[in-house]
């Protein structure tokens, strides 16, 4: 088990409890998602919740010092009757208040709860791949869901509430101290004492939901790990170690739950307590008052309803506390992705390009994943529009750097890209991806059907634009031989069908969208020899009048590039034609060697 542990340690290093005093600047920012509703379900709310409460703040008045003082100590029946239908038309008026409360609260919270999520999600869309690096898409999901989802309370209930409530206390405050302010003094000494208490619990409370949250994000991070890699773990009969390892990260859960719900059980008993020692000094003190003439028994009775009525909202405003601080947990985790940075900016005044031809030149660029890692060393290159290009060499090299700058999911550390001559920071990201095309070796494919698969490239063309792109990379045969052929559903990751034919779709997909600049990585490398052979005149159409760049550890399918560039630890060591290099008898040289004997001797 220890081991399991040091695993889980190392396996979710980026998610740890943030360290943050609790601060109502903070707090105003999450309310201030209430803004929109400001002027319409906002004041509604408000204006019943402050009906429900003054009219609960009166009805103690009308049983004690009207009813008891005044009608039933007189035996004036007809005022006992009328005090009586005032009682019933204020618990019938605080019956609609509270339910129109409850439904615009809730009304309100779910809007709240809405825009947080999409403005969340909005802004996760464009971060850049670095931020995607650092996290995995467990933990990912957790805030975009479960955190989110943890704040509904605060916002349906909590921040309302927390206002009825406390408008409740003063009305009462006021009251008791209006009817006796000696026996008033008396009941709410143990106030002080109470907050002193709640003080010192409050950030105990508050770091045990920030670990909830830690450890929940663990528990989804392992879950999706295990959905996404299920195949890998039977494969290598690995599922009693993932079972450990899940006990291990289930039980971290478990205990976080049972340690912060601890945590919150402590305040209702001790509000239970304190009102126990209130009601015991109302009965001490109020019988002696009353046997004295300084109270009458209404007022007693009012004291009484109101000493009820005093420890109920304190009750809950330790509820509404605990809210808050779960909520200030999830918030502060929220916000910090919604602080998150793009490593990669968009330009203050971007440049706008017409008509892209395609040219792309690398300038003394220079890149480094970390301070440890230099994937690419002041390389400078040209890629001529229109032409299609190669990029050779080891793992590691740097192939995937340089297509990953040209795509701008990354910056270069030191030195400029260009397109069309134009640098790529000063470039619009919509525009600049526009205009180029991914085709991966694994390729994505979406839950939905094979249409709306092929048209992700290009949202608004038609079926017709579907088919003959399919057509043309020579995908139309195996999508009508499915069922229900373009319409076929599949399902995330597009298990239904063969890799050779997810590529396929790729392909179609790609031409669809109609880049100046296509980018290949590795995307024939899991299609078998007689399915490549099949899309080669597709392929040809699909590089034709663009600017294509290939990688390839498969060197025969780059035979035909225009310049082939051959890369070592992100250094730049030989470039040209594919016979040129072969004349060279250099790095190229060899690696086609390797490959030729490796295949010769199967």
Same mark, same amino acid.
């Given at each position: 088990?220890?081991?399991?542990?040091?695993?889980?340690?190392?396996?979710?290093?980026?998610?740890?409890?943030?360290?943050?005093?609790?601060?109502?600047?903070?707090?105003?920012?999450?309310?201030?998602?209430?803004?929109?509703?400001?002027?319409?379900?906002?004041?509604?709310?408000?204006?019943?919740?402050?009906?429900?409460?003054?009219?609960?703040?009166?009805?103690?008045?009308?049983?004690?010092?009207?009813?008891?003082?005044?009608?039933?100590?007189?035996?004036?029946?007809?005022?006992?009757?009328?005090?009586?239908?005032?009682?019933?038309?204020?618990?019938?008026?605080?019956?609609?208040?509270?339910?129109?409360?409850?439904?615009?609260?809730?009304?309100?919270?779910?809007?709240? +709860?809405?825009? %947080? #999520?999409?403005?969340?999600?909005?802004?996760?869309?464009?971060?850049?791949?670095? $931020? !995607? &690096? @650092?996290?995995?898409?467990?933990?990912?999901?957790?805030?975009?869901?479960?955190?989110?989802?943890?704040?509904?309370?605060?916002?349906?209930?909590?921040?309302?509430?927390?206002?009825?409530?406390?408008?409740?206390?003063?009305?009462?405050?006021?009251?008791?101290?209006?009817?006796?302010?000696?026996?008033?003094?008396?009941?709410?000494?143990?106030?002080?004492?109470?907050?002193?208490?709640?003080?010192?619990?409050?950030?105990?409370?508050?770091?045990?939901?920030?670990?909830?949250?830690?450890?929940?994000?663990?528990?989804?991070?392992?879950?999706?790990?295990? +959905?996404?890699? %299920? #195949?890998?773990?039977?494969?290598?009969?690995?599922?009693?170690?993932?079972?450990? $390892? !899940? &006990? @291990?990260?289930?039980?971290?859960?478990?205990?976080?739950?049972?340690?912060?719900?601890?945590?919150?059980?402590?305040?209702?008993?001790?509000?239970?307590?304190?009102?126990?020692?209130?009601?015991?000094?109302?009965?001490?003190?109020?019988?002696?008052?009353?046997?004295?003439?300084?109270?009458?028994?209404?007022?007693?009775?009012?004291?009484?309803?109101?000493?009820?009525?005093?420890?109920?909202?304190?009750?809950?405003?330790?509820?509404?506390?605990?809210?808050?601080?779960?909520?200030?947990?999830?918030?502060?985790?929220?916000?910090?992705?919604?602080?998150?940075?793009?490593?990669?900016?968009?330009?203050?005044?971007?440049?706008?390009?017409?008509?892209?031809?395609?040219?792309?030149?690398?300038?003394?660029?220079?890149?480094?994943?970390?301070?440890?890692?230099?994937?690419?060393?002041?390389?400078?290159?040209?890629?001529?529009?229109?032409?299609?290009?190669?990029?050779?060499?080891?793992?590691?090299?740097?192939?995937?750097?340089?297509?990953?700058?040209?795509?701008?999911?990354?910056?270069?550390?030191?030195?400029?890209?260009?397109?069309?001559?134009?640098?790529?920071?000063?470039?619009?990201?919509?525009?600049?991806?526009?205009?180029?095309?991914?085709?991966?070796?694994?390729?994505?494919?979406?839950?939905?059907?094979?249409?709306?698969?092929?048209?992700?490239?290009?949202?608004?063309?038609?079926?017709?634009?579907?088919?003959?792109?399919?057509?043309?990379?020579?995908?139309?045969?195996?999508?009508?031989?499915?069922?229900?052929?373009?319409?076929?559903?599949?399902?995330?990751?597009?298990?239904?069908?063969?890799?050779?034919?997810?590529?396929?779709?790729?392909?179609?997909?790609?031409?669809?969208?109609?880049?100046?600049?296509?980018?290949?990585?590795?995307?024939?490398?899991?299609?078998?020899?007689?399915?490549?052979?099949?899309?080669?005149?597709?392929?040809?159409?699909?590089?034709?009048?663009?600017?294509?760049?290939?990688?390839?550890?498969?060197?025969?399918?780059?035979?035909?590039?225009?310049?082939?560039?051959?890369?070592?630890?992100?250094?730049?060591?030989?470039?040209?034609?594919?016979?040129?290099?072969?004349?060279?008898?250099?790095?190229?040289?060899?690696?086609?060697?390797?490959?030729?004997?490796?295949?010769?001797?199967?």
């Amino acid at each position: 088990m220890q081991h399991t542990e040091k695993k889980a340690r190392f396996h979710y290093s980026t998610e740890q409890v943030i360290e943050k005093p609790f601060n109502w600047s903070q707090m105003a920012r999450l309310l201030g998602y209430m803004k929109p509703y400001a002027w319409t379900l906002l004041p509604k709310t408000i204006f019943v919740m402050l009906l429900a409460t003054a009219v609960r703040l009166a009805v103690p008045i009308f049983i004690g010092v009207y009813a008891l003082d005044r009608a039933i100590a007189t035996n004036d029946l007809t005022l006992v009757y009328t005090y009586a239908g005032i009682v019933l038309a204020l618990y019938i008026t605080a019956y609609a208040a509270n339910v129109f409360r409850i439904r615009w609260m809730n009304e309100l919270g779910q809007h709240i +709860i809405y825009d %947080i #999520r999409q403005a969340l999600f909005k802004h996760i869309q464009r971060l850049s791949h670095r $931020f !995607f &690096d @650092q996290r995995s898409g467990g933990s990912i999901l957790v805030r975009v869901v479960n955190d989110v989802n943890s704040m509904q309370d605060l916002f349906t209930n909590g921040v309302v509430n927390l206002l009825m409530d406390i408008i409740m206390l003063v009305g009462i405050v006021i009251i008791l101290f209006t009817l006796s302010p000696e026996l008033a003094v008396l009941i709410l000494i143990v106030l002080p004492i109470m907050f002193i208490i709640s003080t010192k619990l409050r950030r105990k409370i508050r770091r045990s939901w920030q670990v909830v949250r830690v450890r929940q994000s663990k528990l989804n991070s392992h879950l999706n790990e295990s +959905i996404q890699g %299920i #195949r890998v773990t039977q494969a290598y009969s690995q599922e009693k170690q993932n079972m450990e $390892f !899940f &006990d @291990q990260v289930n039980t971290d859960n478990y205990e976080s739950w049972k340690t912060a719900t601890r945590m919150n059980a402590l305040f209702r008993p001790f509000v239970e307590m304190a009102s126990l020692v209130g009601a015991v000094i109302l009965i001490w003190y109020g019988a002696h008052l009353y046997q004295t003439g300084a109270v009458t028994i209404g007022v007693f009775v009012s004291f009484a309803f109101y000493l009820g009525m005093f420890w109920e909202p304190i009750s809950r405003l330790g509820q509404v506390y605990n809210q808050l601080l779960v909520g200030m947990a999830s918030s502060e985790r929220i916000f910090e992705f919604l602080d998150e940075k793009p490593s990669v900016p968009e330009a203050k005044h971007p440049k706008t390009l017409k008509g892209v031809k395609g040219e792309i030149v690398f300038d003394q660029v220079e890149f480094a994943y970390d301070e440890k890692r230099r994937a690419l060393n002041e390389i400078n290159l040209t890629f001529k529009a229109g032409q299609t290009i190669a990029l050779v060499g080891h793992t590691g090299s740097g192939k995937s750097t340089i297509v990953n700058l040209m795509s701008r999911f990354y910056d270069p550390t030191k030195g400029s890209i260009t397109l069309d001559g134009v640098d790529l920071r000063d470039l619009k990201l919509d525009e600049l991806r526009t205009n180029v095309s991914y085709v991966l070796q694994d390729t994505f494919i979406f839950a939905g059907t094979i249409m709306d698969n092929i048209r992700f490239g290009k949202p608004q063309a038609t079926d017709e634009e579907v088919m003959a792109a399919a057509k043309a990379i020579g995908a139309h045969s195996f999508i009508e031989r499915l069922d229900k052929g373009y319409f076929t559903e599949v399902e995330e990751k597009g298990n239904v069908l063969s890799v050779g034919e997810r590529q396929l779709l790729s392909f179609a997909r790609a031409l669809l969208a109609d880049p100046k600049i296509l980018i290949l990585d590795e995307a024939t490398a899991s299609i078998d020899t007689e399915t490549e052979l099949k899309i080669q005149a597709g392929l040809k159409k699909l590089l034709h009048n663009r600017t294509a760049v290939m990688i390839a550890h498969r060197l025969s399918t780059i035979r035909d590039a225009d310049h082939i560039i051959v890369l070592d630890h992100g250094n730049v060591i030989e470039e040209g034609t594919h016979n040129s290099l072969m004349s060279q008898r250099g790095t190229y040289f060899g690696l086609v060697q390797s490959q030729y004997t490796a295949i010769t001797s199967e």
